[in-house]
């Protein structure tokens, strides 16, 4: 499968720059002439990794996010988003659905179940103390790829 573009962005871990993210990732993606259907599910998804990175990788501190975007000529999105937060020590707990971290009640335990649901792929990697890897995964419907 060969590359035809790619795009990194670092961000400083505060809630006002997860929309700038989502942006970003939209009009990225828009290279590849998706349908509205298509980039409101990666909007949504790149706002649930994002917001996982500030609210649970961070905490109560302010740290950075990597995100690295990569468009591939059989319309195939792979975005990488990371931080160097605390990290999870239970994946595969983390990924059910309800399940949070978040004691206040204010969060719904449903980010990695909605980034499944709009993406095709989720893949998670994470190292308590080190931070974690969320890598979604897209084949777009369009066929603007020559278009790129």
């Known amino acids: 499968m060969k590359q035809i573009n790619?795009?990194?962005?670092?961000?400083p871990g505060k809630s006002a720059n997860?929309?700038?993210a989502r942006a970003a990732l939209s009009a990225f993606a828009a290279q590849l002439d998706p349908t509205i259907?298509?980039?409101?599910?990666?909007?949504?998804?790149?706002?649930?990794?994002?917001?996982n990175c500030i609210v649970h990788g961070y905490r109560d501190e302010i740290g950075p996010?990597?995100?690295?975007a990569?468009?591939?000529?059989?319309?195939t999105l792979t975005i990488k988003i990371r931080d160097k937060g605390c990290g999870i020590p239970d994946i595969k707990q983390a990924m059910e659905p309800?399940?949070?971290t978040c004691t206040t009640g204010e969060r719904a335990g449903l980010g990695f179940a909605v980034m499944q649901s709009f993406m095709d792929k989720v893949?998670?990697?994470s190292k308590p103390g080190k931070?974690?890897?969320?890598?979604?995964?897209?084949?777009?419907?369009?066929?603007?790829a020559g278009n790129a």
């Open 6 to 11: 790619e795009m990194k962005l670092q961000i």
């Open 18 to 20: 997860e929309s700038f």
């Open 37 to 51: 259907d298509e980039l409101a599910d990666i909007k949504t998804a790149v706002s649930e990794a994002v917001t």
């Open 65 to 68: 996010v990597y995100i690295h």
């Open 70 to 75: 990569k468009l591939y000529e059989d319309n």
């Open 98 to 100: 309800l399940f949070t």
């Open 123 to 125: 893949r998670v990697t």
């Open 131 to 144: 931070g974690t890897c969320v890598v979604l995964t897209k084949k777009l419907l369009s066929k603007g």
